[in-house]
């Protein structure tokens, strides 16, 4: 079963950067899509990104665009997500899961990694 694990959360400072991975093992990253996911206290799991296997194609969430930067290496099994000019309202966990493709039902959730920007 494809494992995922989530690193490189941390605090940051408003403004500032983070850079997320999303390191699978067990199982090649190279069929799947890839999405990165965040759930703040209190409110509901959202989608932040997507990259698709095939294509590279990739989506993003309105509140993020501009911002995050998702790219894939499928030599190094990994997914990173560049987190740039962070906001308090980023302050989430963070997670990475798999799909056959972006718009297809997610598994192997990572166990998530926490964002919090605070000055």
């Known amino acids: 079963q494809l494992q995922l694990v989530e690193s490189g959360g941390g605090l940051v400072q408003p403004g500032g950067s983070l850079r997320l991975s999303c390191a699978a093992s067990?199982?090649?990253?190279?069929?799947?899509?890839i999405g990165w996911f965040r759930q703040a206290p209190g409110k509901e799991r959202e989608g932040v990104s997507c990259?698709?296997?095939?294509?590279?194609?990739?989506s993003y969430a309105d509140s993020v665009k501009g911002r995050f930067t998702i790219s894939r290496d499928n030599a190094e099994n990994t997914v990173w997500l560049q987190m740039n000019s962070l906001k308090p309202e980023d302050t989430a966990v963070y997670y990475c899961?798999?799909?056959?493709?972006?718009?297809?039902?997610?598994?192997?959730w990572g166990q998530g990694t926490q964002v919090t920007v605070s000055s």
């Open positions: 990259i698709k296997s095939k294509d590279g194609s990739i």
């Open positions: 899961a798999a799909a056959s493709s972006c718009d297809k039902d997610f598994h192997s």
């Open positions: 067990r199982f090649t990253l190279d069929y799947y899509a």
